[in-house]
């Protein structure tokens, strides 16, 4: 395989870009080609002496390879909740392996991408992707990393998605699984709420159909508005409530359209800040990725058929009562599917107000859970 990197993997943590060479090409579901891809990471931790300690982090819609480290914008690392010293994700004990998505902005190809052929960004001419593409990537990273099996690949929501892909397409390079507030493919409502996202997005007159950045221009008002839907379908009504009630900014309204109460001042502030770190393009290749998703879709035994080959992998499966964007009804399914396939499953619903960020912020259910079972499957693995 034709691959480059300036990264050693002595020390922790460490950030770089992997580099493919034209021999080995990033063939897309689309039936397009990625040609000399570009997959940037980041890693924390040491490889033990069998290389089978290596914990691969799948990252959710707007999150990147960051996830112990900060990036360069100053943000926190997005998972310090799970991932660090004295974690469930340790690098004491575990090497982590985080990738920022084919398709994203924070150094892997994508839309904002330089095409060698012109000279400018892809734009709208880079090809569509899949949460499939995502992982083969991914898989083509590890390998270059020098990692035959992963001790577990660990994600929530749209990374829960490529935890699930990775057990359909690789399970002989898995140990576990830990799957997130998550579904196995996405509902009619949430490519409702993606294609509002997309439409603002596409309607900000600075998109210029995909070409604001050779024009120097960024749809910025379009993507705020994108992000400001989207972060609502993030939280539960009781947290929203908990937050900011009918709260006012001020004493008295304003009898205009500023924002009056404390979570339209927050949902602006979301926007605005959002639409400094993320591209506008990479937005819309990535929802329509997760709207793509459908693991069983085309398979005579529906999703139990798509996890055959995973009856060696030890899954752990989560969800919460209040997150109405990936219900609980949806991870069921997935625990359906696997217990179908013989497949070995443990599966908890954690009571949480929080709706579906509950994955990202402090709770103590999710941590516990997820560092016995780490923990345990680790015992598992020197006793065979």
Request: with cysteine; glycine share 8%.
């Given at each position: 395989m034709d691959y480059s990197t300036s990264l050693d993997l002595d020390d922790a943590p460490r950030e770089g870009v992997m580099r493919f060479g034209p021999s080995a090409p990033l063939r897309l579901d689309s039936g397009g080609v990625i040609?000399?891809?570009?997959?940037?990471?980041?890693?924390?931790?040491?490889?033990?002496?069998?290389?089978?300690?290596?914990?691969?982090?799948?990252?959710?819609?707007?999150?990147?390879?960051?996830?112990?480290?900060?990036?360069?914008?100053?943000?926190?690392?997005?998972?310090?909740?799970?991932?660090?010293?004295?974690?469930?994700?340790?690098?004491?004990?575990?090497?982590?392996?985080?990738?920022?998505?084919?398709?994203?902005?924070?150094?892997?190809?994508?839309?904002?991408?330089?095409?060698?052929?012109?000279?400018?960004?892809?734009?709208?001419?880079?090809?569509?992707?899949?949460?499939?593409?995502?992982?083969?990537?991914?898989?083509?990273?590890?390998?270059?990393?020098?990692?035959?099996?992963?001790?577990?690949?660990?994600?929530?929501?749209?990374?829960?998605?490529?935890?699930?892909?990775?057990?359909?397409?690789?399970?002989?390079?898995?140990?576990?699984?830990?799957c997130i507030a998550s579904a196995a493919r996405h509902s009619a409502q949430n490519i409702a709420f993606h294609e509002v996202g997309r439409q603002a997005i596409m309607a900000d007159p600075n998109w210029l159909n995909g070409d604001y950045a050779a024009q120097g221009v960024r749809p910025e008002k379009g993507l705020a508005v994108a992000r400001m839907a989207a972060h609502i379908t993030y939280l539960s009504e009781a947290a929203l409530h908990r937050k900011f009630g009918r709260e006012l900014q001020r004493d008295g309204l304003s009898w205009g359209f500023d924002a009056d109460f404390q979570v339209e001042s927050y949902l602006r502030h979301q926007g605005a800040t959002f639409v400094d770190r993320f591209d506008a393009n990479s937005y819309l290749y990535i929802t329509r990725a997760m709207d793509y998703f459908d693991l069983g879709a085309g398979r005579e035994g529906g999703l139990a058929q798509a996890f055959g080959?995973?009856?060696?992998?030890?899954?752990?499966?989560?969800?919460?009562?209040?997150?109405?964007?990936?219900?609980?009804?949806?991870?069921?399914?997935?625990?359906?599917?696997?217990?179908?396939?013989?497949?070995?499953?443990?599966?908890?619903?954690?009571?949480?107000?929080?709706?579906?960020?509950?994955?990202?912020?402090?709770?103590?259910?999710?941590r516990a859970a997820i560092d016995g079972f780490l923990h345990s499957a680790a015992l598992e693995r020197q006793g065979s």
């Open positions: 040609e000399n891809l570009e997959i940037a990471y980041t890693t924390c931790g040491r490889l033990d002496a069998a290389r089978s300690n290596a914990v691969l982090i799948c990252h959710a819609l707007t999150s990147d390879q960051y996830v112990v480290s900060s990036p360069p914008n100053g943000r926190r690392p997005w998972w310090s909740t799970m991932v660090g010293a004295n974690r469930p994700i340790d690098p004491a004990r575990h090497f982590i392996v985080c990738a920022n998505v084919v398709g994203g902005c924070m150094g892997s190809t994508g839309p904002s991408s330089i095409d060698p052929a012109t000279g400018q960004p892809f734009g709208l001419s880079f090809p569509f992707i899949t949460i499939g593409d995502m992982v083969r990537a991914q898989a083509m990273l590890v390998e270059a990393l020098g990692i035959e099996t992963l001790f577990a690949v660990v994600g929530g929501s749209m990374g829960g998605m490529q935890v699930l892909q990775w057990a359909a397409d690789y399970p002989e390079r898995l140990f576990s699984a830990v080959g995973a009856r060696d992998v030890r899954f752990c499966v989560f969800s919460f009562t209040s997150d109405w964007l990936y219900p609980t009804a949806e991870s069921r399914a997935i625990v359906r599917a696997l217990n179908a396939a013989g497949a070995r499953t443990s599966f908890l619903e954690i009571e949480s107000d929080k709706g579906h960020d509950a994955f990202l912020l402090e709770e103590p259910v999710l």
